[in-house]
């Protein structure tokens, strides 16, 4: 392949550009090999010619076709090269807003100063357990990679996070473990990923800084070591810290800050705990203030330092270290502020003021001597071999010996703290793994550079070393793999630049001897420099115009730097004095820091400041060799490489799209400079060296069959590529067939995209050279037709106006005779109108004046009779009006008299009393009245109820002998004299029936006036009782008054105290005594109340005792009563007939209702005097108390009392005051209740009253045979509804008794407790069970305490789900559990049956734990539901008698109430459901992706997607390798989980419950990776996507869950196929998008519009304008911040209680479940 075919015309390429670096132009002529000009046509249509130079003949650079435009891995670009890697930054970056892209083993990550909704718990989640090159570049993808590799691999993990400040090293490694927190949580309870997420905020705070280029800079290196368990849990963590940039806590460049402890503390100073501190606004600071600005935007330093607190905290660092950290970052801001002053004008004696407020303040915080302070930091000390000397500082000098002074305690303080965290975050079991998080500085290169960028270089090109020489090995080993035969690549080595600065006379040695020299300089040292390395090295350089600076030629640029400070920074003094001032500081942590391992040394009064805690050892006094700062960075890094070199490293660049900071704005400049520093491009140079493009065989065939011949095809597809290419690549070192794929040499995939849209552009040529000769053939036939057709129909239009042209004439001559004939007429019908209208106006103008005239002769007649009358009518009322004035006046003077009178009258005092007394009287009379009337009411309505009685029975009676008169109608006249005879009969019947009703009427009357005295006494108890309650309200009510203003005074009072006791350390030991007192006291008060709840019990015992004597007496009275009517009835009924036996029946009935009403009242009646008789005795015992104090447990005046102790004392008495609140409106509630009930039923009396009173009137007036039959009527009816109101009375009357005998068995228990402790008090007799008569299986089971385990093994822990047995019933064991748990119902064995429900549970979860599965889940999830259907269904209450038919009734629970363990039951239920879910997810989760997303169900579709592969996807392979997932794979598995959940009987509500969360995680989990796979975001995945849904959606009709909701689940996934199919182009497409994406939010929109990849040539990308207009048209939509569908979403689950038509005693146990130790009744 020649270099004229690749320049050939409309190719792409790219030329240098001074503004832009690189510019895209096409060439517009054929480039020829002798031309030396190439003539191109930039982008804005600008005509070019680009000269060629002759000794290199290098030609511009190939711009990579446009199916690989953006694409996400840079290694899989055709040309690899500088200008290509930087367009495709830049579209991924602009256009798709993409901020990752993979080159080979580096993740390039650019800043995009915006916060993106890219790193929530459900990305995280999306890229867990996911291959890296399956999904979008993502910094989650690399933190991924490690954990897989550590896992799978068992090797250690390190991921390289460099670039240049601000580029986003620190956000990156915060999200890096932030991954790993939420994807290997610890698996303990301590929380240690959260632990080593706190350490973020401490170490930004502590070690980050605002500088020109990054408001959170971090300024300082750090390696994080995060271990990891057996099971790949998080364990612990460690950090180690390298170069601290110390000398900014005392220099701050402008625009820039010093670190964030500084302004966070300055702007919480008002807090009241910082008062100690006594700072101000950070501007009063010198060393804060130095850069002008103190603020950042968006920023809260007070919120910010909140959180380092909480940090601190959750570190494990108390309170007080907290504040003695404070106390010491206080104190260096105090320190830069100390005024240095001298007498002399050369300033060389300096001295520091005594007035110096600062000073002051320094050593008080730290707990120093002041007057030695300000002597040491003015003099300094000079030993000799003799003599020791003490020497006065220049001004100059003694500021530097403070600012050194704050360097070093602020490094000291910060290692101190690192220390402590690596404390809290060390793990006492030994790791198994660590992935190592390297967040360090990239390459710097500055107008000054000095010592610190030297070291950050220097750091760069050994790690640039270990990267190289890693891309390297992983090439090499790719090519093993795949069985290529390779030469070794040559690549850059930059070991001679690194030799230069380590190796022996480097730099840095040259630079550690100087600083041994006792004179030794910086101009000394840069000349020994350039004596050294001038000529010897190649990577070393002096500058022109410079004897005080070098350069060194690094692998990212040469970078001039200035020797001058190297020396101090080297050495990093810090003079002895001040040290040992500091040591013996009385502050703890001060000492700590400065008596700990640091490494000190005498040696000229001068100690070392060691950074890295890994390094610090104690140096001898004398020893002549101290360890520098270069030669400890030197140590540290060789450590950091070694633990590099043991680990499989991860590389993040993180890049800086501009300087200014703003949002996805792109510098080219910048970013190629940081391309070259950064090692990306070095990376594309090694993978440009080898094989960049990979193919695997199956891809290359579906790409490139277009260029196949019918000869090149073969049965093996690798076959058919290899003959393929050897025809169209003629070069065959351009390409190697590996074992998978194969391998192309760099531009070789651009040439055959080249070849392969000439092949498509010439197949487009013929089809529509083909079409449009077929289009012009058609086109002429039409014509023709055309032709003929339109000369036909013209001859027809031509006779049609002939036709017409005649018919006009015709019509025309008819028109005018027609019209001539209606003119005349017309004319005669106007003369005969007009004569006619003539004569009828004279006729009748005469008629109307002889009218008129008649009219007005009539009116005055009229008028005149009606004004007579009315002139009588007025001398008639003025007479009348007359009259009644005089009788009005008459009467109103006689009135007055009388009102004087009876005014007279009033006055006096007896008028009054004949008043009131008349009134009392009327007012007695009436009430008297009133009773009566009630009784008389009464009597009768017990008539009417016994006549009706009667009449009923004669009724039947006569109907019997109707019936026998009509059958036997011959023998009327043989039966009349019986007739009469049965009449007497009658007659006598009658008279004896009015003698029981009087004998009934009057017992009656008896048990009624015992009945009205009940309801008086009840009246009187109910007003003692609210009495009493008002009492106590008003007692409560005083007490919580007095209380309140004890604990306000109280506490006032300990406010003083505490204020005045502050600041006595000494009255602690007397504090403490007090506090023992006051625990004496506190045992005594519990003594106390302990004797009060033994008299509670006394006085619980005595009510009780009480209440059953009373009951006793009760009975007996009320038995005694009962048998005496009894007698009577028993006494008539021998000697009377059958109607008597029924009257006395109804009589006895009667009797027996009300007797139980009279019971009812007198156990009503002795419950009030027991609650009675115990409130007096509670106000008894509280008055006999000493006062509120011992009431309450108070201490008695003269004793201090706490605080706490007062508020736990109120407490208590508004919890007393509460509970009695409580009792009170319950019986308040019960006596309204019982009221209502009492005029309900009297209503009910009046209305029975008036109804029998109308039958009786309505009954007289009919005729006897219609009377007997009306009464037969009303008699039955009366029956029936009595039979119903019975029934009814029954069922409640059993609730009843269930209640009494729960009550009794609770209450027979409580006194046998309280007959142990008193024996005085009688002894309840137990009621026992009345066990039912049990005839046939009544369904239930009875299950012995011994036999409870064997039950739960064979029903539960080992039964088969296999299992013939539970073929037809599934729920068996649920049906069985509840027969087990009513037989213990039925023995009224509560214990028995929590034991046996505790049982089932337990085997329940153990079975789950133990074989944890779908089908296993879903069978226990169907029998637990069932149990709890069960419980509900039987339960006995209103709701579960209608849902029971009248059979399963009888099986109702009788003596428990399992309304909690319902509860229990329904939380174990949801548990299961929730795990049921998670397993069907688990089957699912290996199966979506590949199924919905990658299967190609629509092959025509499917062989126009490949594309070509970078290093990342390295896994295709040929079809059969591995075993993939397909649509299919997913319908079966929904199949299997629809016939498991149907097979086991799981309530089809439930199902579609199931299946509608089913379907949601397939919904998510499929849009979630459509949204991070640029791969299938295309038309064509769209249409497979679209396909594959709606095969799911026929599937739920199929099954009918298509109304489960389950289809509103996949609204989101549907609506993201379409956008991908939809036209993208216009404003009209954008408002269509609009209206149809509402399911989707604006974020992933964006998101699918920003991915959309065409797969060919004659697909558009979606331009940016209309991505623009997009968002604009989504401004007013709801905003979300969640670009991902939420995977752990869980849609609440309802368990509707339908109850089973199956029959208890109708289940049959299948012995094959060994269960004949269960007995049956």
């Not at 016994?946 to 009724?955: D, G, R």
């Not at 974020?1643 to 968002?1671: D, H, M, S």
Request: glycine share 4%; charged share 25%.
């Amino acid at each position: 392949m020649s270099v004229a075919e690749l320049y050939t015309k409309s190719t792409k390429v790219w030329i240098p550009d001074p503004k832009e670096v690189w510019k895209s132009a096409e060439v517009t002529k054929d480039y020829k090999e002798e031309d030396h000009i190439l003539y191109l046509k930039l982008e804005d249509g600008t005509d070019i010619e680009h000269h060629i130079n002759q000794k290199t003949q290098e030609l511009p650079y190939l711009r990579n076709p446009d199916i690989l435009m953006g694409e996400n891995d840079l290694t899989a670009l055709s040309y690899l090269h500088e200008p290509a890697v930087l367009h495709n930054l830049k579209v991924r970056f602009l256009d798709s807003n993409n901020i990752y892209t993979y080159c080979g083993i580096v993740l390039v990550a650019i800043n995009p100063y915006e916060q993106l909704p890219l790193y929530g718990d459900d990305v995280i989640y999306a890229y867990s357990g996911q291959n890296v090159g399956d999904m979008d570049p993502h910094i989650f993808a690399v933190a991924e990679e490690a954990y897989k590799q550590m896992a799978r691999d068992e090797k250690n993990q390190s991921i390289i996070i460099s670039g240049e400040s601000g580029a986003g090293k620190t956000m990156s490694a915060k999200c890096m473990m932030r991954y790993f927190a939420t994807v290997g949580g610890s698996a303990s309870e301590t929380n240690v990923e959260e632990k080593v997420l706190a350490s973020n905020p401490i170490m930004e705070a502590i070690g980050n800084a605002k500088t020109t280029r990054n408001d959170n800079s971090s300024r300082f290196g750090k390696y994080i070591e995060i271990s990891f368990g057996h099971r790949y849990h998080i364990m612990g963590a460690n950090m180690r810290t390298y170069l601290l940039e110390k000398s900014r806590v005392v220099f701050q460049a402008e625009e820039e800050r010093n670190y964030h402890i500084f302004y966070q503390l300055c702007a919480s100073a008002n807090l009241s705990e910082f008062s100690e501190l006594e700072l101000g606004s950070a501007e009063n600071y010198y060393y804060v203030n130095q850069g002008g600005d103190i603020y950042i935007d968006e920023r809260d330093d007070v919120a910010d330092l909140e959180r380092t607190r909480n940090a601190f905290s959750m570190l494990g660092i108390c309170e007080s270290y907290q504040m003695e950290i404070f106390q010491i970052l206080a104190s260096v801001l105090h320190l830069g502020n100390i005024n240095i002053q001298s007498n002399e004008r050369d300033g060389e004696n300096s001295f520091i003021s005594s007035n110096d407020k600062h000073l002051d303040l320094f050593c008080k915080l730290l707990g120093l001597e002041r007057n030695q302070l300000a002597h040491w930091l003015c003099h300094r000390k000079l030993v000799t071999l003799n003599e020791t000397y003490i020497k006065s500082m220049t001004i100059k000098q003694a500021t530097r010996s403070s600012d050194a002074l704050a360097k070093h305690i602020y490094e000291q303080l910060f290692n101190w703290i690192v220390n402590q965290i690596n404390k809290a975050l060390r793990s006492s079991s030994k790791q198994h793994a660590f992935i190592g998080v390297l967040d360090i500085y990239g390459f710097e290169t500055f107008e000054n550079n000095s010592f610190e960028q030297f070291c950050i270089n220097y750091a760069n090109e050994k790690l640039q070393q270990q990267f190289n020489l890693h891309v390297f090995k992983l090439e090499q080993e790719e090519y093993l793999i795949e069985g290529l035969s390779w030469t070794l690549i040559d690549y850059h080595d930059n070991q001679p630049c690194i030799d230069v600065i380590e190796a022996k006379l480097g730099v840095l040695d040259l630079l550690d001897e100087e600083c041994r020299i006792l004179n030794g300089t910086d101009e000394k040292w840069a000349q020994k420099l350039y004596d050294r390395h001038e000529h010897a090295s190649y990577h070393f350089r002096k500058p022109r115009m410079s004897n005080s600076a070098f350069i060194i030629l690094h692998f990212a640029d040469d970078v001039l730097y200035q020797c001058e400070g190297f020396l101090e920074k080297n050495r990093d003094t810090v003079y002895e004095e001040p040290i040992n001032i500091l040591k013996a500081s009385k502050s703890e942590l001060i000492t700590e820091l400065f008596h700990g391992k640091e490494a000190v040394s005498a040696g000229r009064g001068q100690i070392s400041n060691v950074t890295l805690k890994s390094l610090r050892k104690t140096l001898p006094a004398t020893s002549e060799h101290k360890k520098t700062v270069g030669y400890q960075f030197r140590a540290s890094l060789h450590l950091l490489m070694e633990a590099l070199n043991s680990t499989t490293p991860h590389y993040v660049r993180c890049l800086k799209p501009n300087d200014t900071k703003q949002p996805f704005t792109f510098n080219p400049k910048r970013m190629v400079q940081q391309l070259r520093a950064c090692g990306v491009l070095e990376t594309i140079r090694l993978s440009a060296a080898g094989y960049p493009s990979r193919w695997t065989y199956v891809d290359f065939f579906s790409r490139y069959r277009v260029l196949m011949r019918k000869n090149d095809i073969h049965v093996n597809k690798k076959q058919t590529c290899k003959n393929v290419l050897e025809n169209l690549i003629q070069e065959e070192n351009k390409y190697q067939f590996g074992d998978t794929k194969i391998f192309f040499c760099a531009g070789q995939v651009a040439y055959l995209e080249k070849l392969r849209a000439n092949q498509l552009r010439a197949a487009c040529i013929m089809v529509q050279k083909m079409m449009r000769g077929w289009l012009q053939r058609k086109k002429y036939q039409q014509i023709c037709k055309a032709v003929i057709i339109i000369q036909r129909y013209t001859r027809r239009f031509l006779a049609k106006q002939l036709v017409e042209h005649l018919r006009q004439t015709r019509a025309a001559i008819i028109l005018q005779k027609q019209y001539r004939m209606l003119a005349v007429r017309r004319l005669y019908t106007l003369i005969r109108t007009a004569a006619i209208t003539i004569q009828a106006c004279a006729k009748g103008m005469a008629t109307r004046r002889m009218y008129r005239k008649m009219v007005q002769e009539k009116k005055a007649t009229i008028l005149q009779k009606y004004v007579r009358g009315w002139l009588a009518f007025l001398r008639y009322q003025r007479i009348r009006h007359a009259v009644i004035h005089l009788q009005c006046c008459y009467r109103r003077m006689m009135a007055h008299r009388q009102l004087k009178k009876l005014k007279f009258e009033a006055r006096s005092v007896e008028h009054y009393k004949k008043l009131n007394k008349g009134m009392e009287n009327k007012i007695l009379q009436l009430q008297c009245k009133v009773n009566d009337q009630n009784k008389e009411n009464k009597i009768l309505v017990e008539q009417v109820t016994t006549l009706t009685a009667s009449q009923k029975n004669e009724v039947e009676k006569l109907k019997n002998e109707i019936e026998r008169c009509r059958v036997e109608e011959t023998k009327v006249l043989n039966l009349q004299q019986q007739i009469t005879k049965l009449q007497e009969e009658l007659e006598r019947a009658r008279t004896q029936r009015r003698d029981a009703e009087v004998r009934a009427s009057r017992d009656l009357t008896q048990w009624k006036q015992c009945l009205a005295v009940f309801e008086k006494e009840k009246i009187e108890l109910s007003d003692k009782k609210e009495a009493f309650n008002k009492y106590i309200l008003e007692q409560s009510t005083i007490i919580e008054e007095q209380i309140a203003l004890k604990v306000a005074s109280k506490s006032h009072q300990f406010q003083v105290e505490f204020e005045e006791e502050r600041f006595h350390y000494q009255n602690l030991v007397k504090e403490f005594s007090r506090l023992e007192q006051r625990y004496e006291n506190l045992k005594d008060e519990m003594t106390y109340i302990k004797v009060n709840e033994m008299r509670g019990v006394d006085t619980a015992e005595t009510c009780s005792t009480i209440k059953f004597q009373e009951l006793e007496n009760e009975n007996q009275k009320q038995k005694n009563e009962i048998d005496q009517p009894r007698e009577v009835v028993g006494d008539t009924a021998t000697n009377d007939t059958r109607e008597q036996n029924d009257a006395t029946y109804n009589l006895l009935s009667q009797l027996k209702a009300a007797t139980e009403e009279a019971e009812i009242l007198k156990e009503q009646q002795i419950w009030l005097k027991s609650q009675l008789l115990g409130a007096r005795k509670e106000i008894d015992a509280m008055k006999n108390k000493a006062g509120m104090a011992d009431l309450f447990g108070l201490p008695k005046v003269g004793n201090k009392m706490s605080e706490e102790d007062l508020r736990c004392a109120y407490d208590a008495v508004r919890v007393a005051n509460k509970l009695l609140m409580d009792q009170l409106n319950e019986q308040k509630a019960r006596h309204v209740k019982e009221i209502e009930a009492f005029q309900i039923e009297a209503r009910n009396f009046k209305e029975k009253l008036n109804e029998q009173q109308q039958y009786f009137a309505q009954a007289l007036q009919l005729p006897s045979g219609a009377q007997m039959e009306v009464g037969l009527q009303q008699e039955i009816a009366r029956l029936i509804n009595e039979n119903l109101d019975l029934m009814e009375q029954i069922e409640k009357q059993d609730k009843t008794v269930h209640k009494l005998k729960t009550q009794l068995k609770s209450m027979t228990e409580s006194e046998k407790l309280k007959y142990v402790v008193e024996s005085k008090v009688c002894e309840l007799p137990n009621i026992p069970a009345i066990p039912w008569k049990s005839q046939d299986f009544q369904g239930m089971l009875e299950c012995r305490k011994e036999d409870e385990a064997h039950l739960i093994r064979n029903l539960i822990t080992d039964l088969n789900l296999q299992s013939d047995a539970l073929s037809a019933l599934p729920t068996l064991p649920a049906f069985i559990l509840f027969m087990c748990i009513r037989h213990a119902d039925y023995a009224n064995d509560e214990q028995r049956a929590h034991s046996l429900f505790t049982a089932v549970l337990g085997g329940i979860k153990k079975v789950l734990k133990k074989k944890y599965d779908f089908e296993m889940v879903a069978f226990w999830l169907s029998n637990t539901y069932r149990l709890l259907v069960c419980i509900r269904q039987y339960s006995g209450d209103e709701n579960s008698v209608e849902m029971n038919t009248p059979e399963q009734r009888k099986h109702v629970l009788r003596n428990f109430d399992l309304s909690q363990h319902c509860l229990i039951l329904s939380d174990l239920a949801i548990q299961l459901y929730h795990q049921l879910i998670k397993a069907a997810e688990e089957k699912l989760q290996q199966m979506i992706v590949s199924g919905m997303l990658e299967n190609d169900t629509i092959q025509s579709i499917s062989s126009m997607t490949a594309r070509p592969t970078g290093y990342r996807k390295k896994t295709g392979s040929l079809p059969g390798d591995n075993a993939t997932y397909t649509l299919d794979s997913i319908l079966h598995q929904l199949n299997s989980f629809h016939n498991i959940i149907s097979k086991h009987g799981l309530h089809p509500e439930i199902i579609k419950q199931v299946y509608r969360q089913i379907y949601y995680i397939i919904a998510a989990v499929t849009l979630n990776n459509l949204l991070l796979r640029r791969d299938v975001c295309s038309f064509s995945n769209g249409v497979q996507i679209r396909n594959n849904v709606s095969h799911l959606i026929e599937w739920l009709r199929g099954k009918n869950l298509h109304q489960s909701g389950a289809l509103e689940t996949l609204e989101p996934l549907i609506q993201a196929t379409l956008l991908l199919q939809l036209n993208k182009m216009t404003d009209a497409d954008a408002e269509a998008i609009c209206a149809m994406c509402t399911a989707l939010s604006k974020p992933q929109i964006v998101k699918i519009l920003t991915l959309y990849t065409p797969i060919n040539e004659f697909e558009e990308r979606v331009p940016v304008a209309f991505i623009k207009n997009i968002r604009n048209l989504l401004a007013n939509r709801s905003p979300s911040r969640h670009l991902l569908m939420e995977l752990k979403h869980v849609f609440a689950v309802n368990f509707p209680i339908i109850p089973s038509p199956v029959r208890l005693d109708k289940i049959k146990i299948p012995e094959i479940l060994n269960l004949d130790f269960l007995n049956r009744f």
